[in-house]
């Protein structure tokens, strides 16, 4: 049983000890508090990322969600809170309507992109600019433009296999034909 967030045993050494000043044990509660609100919506941000993933799943399962998680994971190891709270705040902005036509737009770029690569177009090709520019755009949306987010997005991928953290849209070929695209059309 808690009273105002405090524990019993905590009420209890207050009770022991009384006359005792009570604000350096109300100062560590509240702080505890506090870190619960600020890590809060992001634990609701990633619950809304899983119960999302498993609702578009043609056959949401089990192992669908620990994938999930595990991907989620991944992430957090490489974003801040602060990068977390700025994707999430970009997909709330986007909504569900807006998140498909995004994930829609991602399936479209890289199957033509590698379309280009199983063709062998050279990725210094000029019929590829517009694909990078395309890819910019949408790495972009996703990061808000932050270069530090954009740094981590592209370390979540050198540090892991890009099938597993893009769940399946792009294997590990089209992800290194990508990067020299973008590399060789660079400003």
Not at 99 to 118: F, G, P, S
Not at 170 to 180: F, I, K, P, Q
């Amino acid at each position: 049983m808690r009273g105002m967030g405090f524990s019993l045993e905590t009420i209890a050494r207050a009770l022991d000890h009384q006359g005792e000043d009570p604000r350096p044990a109300v100062r560590h509660h509240l702080a505890q508090v506090e870190e619960q609100l600020r890590l809060a919506p992001l634990l609701r941000a990633r619950l809304t990322g899983v119960l999302d993933a498993l609702d578009h799943a043609d056959e949401p399962s089990g192992d669908l969600f620990m994938e999930i998680i595990e991907v989620m994971t991944k992430m957090e190891q490489h974003y801040t809170p602060e990068q977390l709270q700025g994707i999430e705040q970009r997909r709330l902005a986007l909504g569900e309507d807006g998140m498909r036509k995004a994930q829609q737009d991602w399936a479209d770029l890289i199957a033509e992109v590698e379309a280009e690569r199983v063709a062998g177009t050279d990725p210094a090709d000029p019929r590829l600019a517009p694909l990078v520019d395309r890819w910019n755009a949408l790495i972009d949306a996703f990061t808000g433009g932050d270069p530090g987010t954009r740094a981590a997005l592209q370390k979540l991928y050198d540090e892991n296999d890009p099938q597993e953290v893009s769940r399946g849209a792009m294997n590990a070929e089209t992800m290194a034909y990508a990067r020299r695209a973008m590399e060789a059309h660079a400003p």
